[in-house]
């Protein structure tokens, strides 16, 4: 079982930063695919960001391209987002997920076994 917990979000201005942080419970965090997904109030659930477990891949949203940065570190056991150029239409909870071991780093939350609880970024114009 994995535990994951995240942290860093806030409320910012337009044009902001922010980065979100996930802690994950677990001796092999290094071999698990990691991902951002977030939920607008009233909307689904989107993709935002994944991270292969080798740390090679990433892939991006792409209305997020170039303003956010998923990263890991391994000997932490973390996975961050980091959050430039913020807009008002980044107001979410942003969840960090973790897929099963050497697993697919996919954009589909299915591929994901393990979620955190969600922290609110909430971006005023």
């Given amino acids: 079982q994995v535990q994951l917990?995240?942290?860093?979000?806030?409320?910012?201005q337009a044009?902001?930063?922010l980065?979100?942080?996930?802690?994950?419970?677990?001796r092999t965090f290094s071999s698990y695919p990691l991902g951002w997904f977030r939920q607008a109030?009233?909307?689904?659930?989107?993709?935002?960001?994944?991270?292969g477990w080798s740390a090679f891949r990433t892939n991006y949203l792409d209305?997020?391209?170039g303003r956010?940065?998923?990263?890991?570190?391994?000997?932490k056991n973390t996975v961050y987002l980091?959050?430039?150029s913020l807009k008002p239409e980044d107001t979410a909870i942003y969840y960090c997920a973790a897929g099963r071991a050497y697993g697919r780093a996919?954009?589909?939350a299915p591929y994901y076994a393990y979620w955190g609880q969600g922290t609110q970024v909430i971006v005023s114009s």
């Fill in 41 to 51: 109030p009233g909307k689904e659930r989107e993709f935002v960001a994944s991270i």
């Fill in 19 to 26: 980065r979100l942080s996930c802690v994950a419970s677990g």
């Fill in 82 to 84: 980091h959050m430039g």
């Fill in 68 to 75: 956010f940065t998923i990263s890991r570190d391994n000997a």
């Fill in 15 to 17: 044009g902001d930063s």
């Fill in 63 to 65: 209305s997020v391209k």
């Fill in 106 to 108: 996919d954009s589909q």
């Fill in 5 to 12: 917990v995240e942290s860093g979000g806030g409320s910012v």
